[in-house]
């Protein structure tokens, strides 16, 4: 099981990014997760006060959303360069025993992204 963060830089000059979403690559599927996102993949704007510009981040998440759709493999997720406010970054990989997928993918969220 591999992983990346999706990464929001709001200010380029001090690069200090935040962690904004999560996409996990498990056997031969993809699931990723957003900050704000609702489970009608809505956005809840509470949720996203560190974000500047939504209406970006929304396309940004559209972008990578369509990816997950397609089946992308983690290079499509990486090829914007991390010049931009928004990217994704190799996170970590996890050799999985008895665990199940979904609650791994469920505390790496929480762990990493949920703010």
């Given at each position: 099981?591999?992983?990346?963060?999706?990464?929001?830089?709001?200010?380029?000059?001090?690069?200090?990014?935040?962690?904004?979403?999560?996409?996990?690559?498990?056997?031969?599927?993809?699931?990723?997760?957003?900050?704000?996102?609702?489970?009608?993949?809505?956005?809840?704007?509470?949720?996203?006060?560190?974000?500047?510009?939504?209406?970006?981040?929304?396309?940004?998440?559209?972008?990578?959303r369509r990816l997950?759709?397609?089946?992308?493999?983690?290079?499509?997720?990486?090829?914007?360069?991390?010049?931009?406010?928004?990217?994704?970054?190799?996170?970590?990989?996890?050799?999985?025993?008895?665990?199940?997928?979904?609650?791994?993918?469920?505390?790496?969220?929480?762990?990493?992204?949920?703010?």
């Amino acid at each position: 099981m591999d992983w990346l963060l999706a990464k929001y830089v709001p200010n380029l000059e001090r690069n200090e990014p935040i962690n904004v979403g999560l996409v996990l690559f498990y056997e031969n599927q993809v699931r990723a997760r957003f900050l704000g996102e609702t489970s009608t993949g809505d956005f809840s704007p509470q949720c996203c006060h560190v974000i500047q510009d939504m209406a970006n981040y929304r396309d940004w998440v559209d972008h990578w959303r369509r990816l997950v759709s397609n089946g992308a493999p983690e290079e499509e997720f990486l090829k914007d360069p991390p010049k931009h406010s928004f990217y994704m970054e190799r996170a970590g990989r996890r050799i999985l025993g008895n665990e199940n997928p979904e609650d791994t993918f469920n505390e790496l969220f929480e762990k990493l992204v949920r703010r």
